[in-house]
């Protein structure tokens, strides 16, 4: 199970990382970061539901 809720923690990094690289980029096409920004928050949403499991 942690290592479960740790490669889900990778991931929600690297959507972190991804996001705010492509705000810095004036180009970045809108519709992906908010795609992006919408998986984040789902895995954050079952990183939280997983970490009040334990």
């Known amino acids: 199970m942690q290592a479960h809720l740790n490669s889900l923690k990778e991931k929600h990094a690297a959507l972190d990382a991804q996001i705010s690289s492509r705000q810095r980029s004036p180009g970045a096409n809108q519709l992906k970061t908010a795609e992006l920004k919408?998986?984040?928050?789902a895995l954050k949403k079952i990183i939280?539901?997983?970490?009040?499991y334990n």
């Open 38 to 41: 919408k998986r984040k928050l």
């Open 48 to 52: 939280t539901s997983l970490e009040s």
